[in-house]
């Protein structure tokens, strides 16, 4: 504070209100306003980047540390480094992240299947325990499709019936 | 070893994974004893999340015994068993300094706006998480802490997420002696919000939710009055009438993106993906709040906007706090309350079950089956 003051000699007033009770971050943040002297920590030892990072383009560089189990690949990586050319305010970052992570399901079936693993996807849905405790539900969705299928199949040979006269 | 593996939208499984290994000298490798699925996962879970790849491992709320530690690590040493908060967090960075440890700035590339998280996409940082049998630990000097002695493993294992979240939601509700607090929310994260609100001395708990089931454990577990927005016809005029017109002085959002209540919030936050998920709750809250009362928000939404009445915001004067919880500042303080019988997280353990039921886990929990509170997995190799 001694040290603003001096910074700030030349404005009149500065910092008379001044109120440090006055901190609705308390007490989740103990505040030293050790941010303001900026990225100048001593950072923690940089874990050996030895697989493709994608980063924010509003840091400058990759985090110490970091998670590398998935690093992007195929058409959805594509997507995705896409994206990090735009920042985080940007839907020019997120819609190709939504649009890759879908792409990403049918690269992860496809794969799947070159591995001659065909995907279980009652097992994945955990469709087990939706027969276990909540048959009626899956009941009323079965009823549903099947009625749908009928109300197709009657539509179209209502049609094609209606298309020989 | 044994993980679960995200496929997509509401596909999960088990499936065969390499062990992790120290990439970092703060690393530890920690193999899991308990790991919960959490109300976070669903958003994931409903491929929700921008940048949630298919192989991704889920889990953020795991306790276990190292195994192994890197060159640096002081705090911990192999043969401990670990509680391991949520947080991914360097303990170096100017927001860690301060105590902000779910901000940290060295641990999510990916993101700015996001701190690091184990098993929670790659915005926080694309770890792998701890429904699995063995997890990649980073920054061990910050994060994992010695599970006292006598501590239940239950216990434990709610501490690295649920109880400092619940927590933490009630603290930045400021609540002062007699305060009205609403939580909306009867999930975990609100049930132990509503019991941390008489903590801070809160003078009435009113809670909302939609599960029967939920609305009668947290009346009982938390000693509140709890309602079923459903049958209501509008939750916000409720809470004005049944508090002599002007609002609750704290509403707090324990729901965030997967929230029922409003079709048009539905349909565009959760179906057509055109907000961050569905807002009605937060929508509730601040309108249910007094002028110049407070909205403390821990319900997680997406990265992207939402539709909240920002005007009303502004008018009422409103003072909204939120935050990813900061586990290791909140730690010690829960694992006193755990001690003391002040909190009995393990109450809400609805269900056990073995790590390779994963997908079946996932669904009981998201469809909020079979009187579910909270699930917890148990590996094949846990021993304990
Ligand atoms: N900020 C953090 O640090 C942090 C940590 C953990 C969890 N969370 C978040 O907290 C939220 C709750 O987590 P959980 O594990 O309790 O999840 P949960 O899914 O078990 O609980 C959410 C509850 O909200 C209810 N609900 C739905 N719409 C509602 C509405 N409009 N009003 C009131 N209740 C409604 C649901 O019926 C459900 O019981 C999630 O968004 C989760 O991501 C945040
Ligand atoms: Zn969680
Ligand atoms: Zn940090």
Known sequence: ?165 | MLAMEYRGPQRVRITEKPMPEIKHPEDTIVRVVRSCICGSDLHLYNGNVPDTRVGETFGHEFIGVVEEVGTEVTKVKVGDRVIVPFNIACGKCAFCKQELYGNCHEAAPQATAAGGIFGYSHITGGYAGGQAEYVRVPYSNVGPTVIPEGMDLDDAVMLTDVVPTGYQAAEMGGIQPGDTVVVFGAGPVGIMAAKCAWLFGAGRVIVFDREEYRLEFVRNYAQCEAYNFESIEDPVVFVKRTTDSLGADVCIDCVGAEAAGSAMQTITGRKLLLQAGSATALHWAINSVKKGGIVSIVGVYGPTDNLVPIGNVVNKGITIRANQASVPRLLPRMIEHVQNGVINPKALLTHRIPLEEIADGYRIFADKLDNCIKPVLIPPSAGM
């Open chain 1, 1 to 165: 504070m001694e040290d603003l003051a001096k910074k700030f000699e030349h404005i009149k007033g500065w910092g008379i209100d001044a109120d440090p009770k006055n901190d609705p971050t308390y007490p989740m943040k103990k505040r030293t306003n050790a941010e303001h002297a900026g990225y100048t920590w001593d950072r923690p030892t940089q874990q050996p980047i030895d697989v493709e990072v994608l980063h924010s383009n509003e840091r400058p560089n990759i985090t110490a540390v970091f998670g590398g189990t998935v690093p992007p690949s195929g058409l959805s990586g594509k997507l995705r480094r896409y994206a990090f050319q735009y920042g985080e305010s940007s839907y020019g970052h997120w819609l190709p992240l939504l649009l890759a992570d879908r792409v990403n399901v049918v690269e992860g079936i496809i794969d799947d299947l070159k591995k001659g693993h065909v995907p279980n996807i009652f097992a994945e849905r955990g469709m087990k325990a939706s027969w276990k405790h909540d048959r009626s539900t899956i009941m009323k969705k079965a009823a549903i499709g099947i009625f749908a299928i009928a109300a197709i199949a009657a539509w179209k040979l209502g049609k094609k019936s209606g298309e020989r006269d």
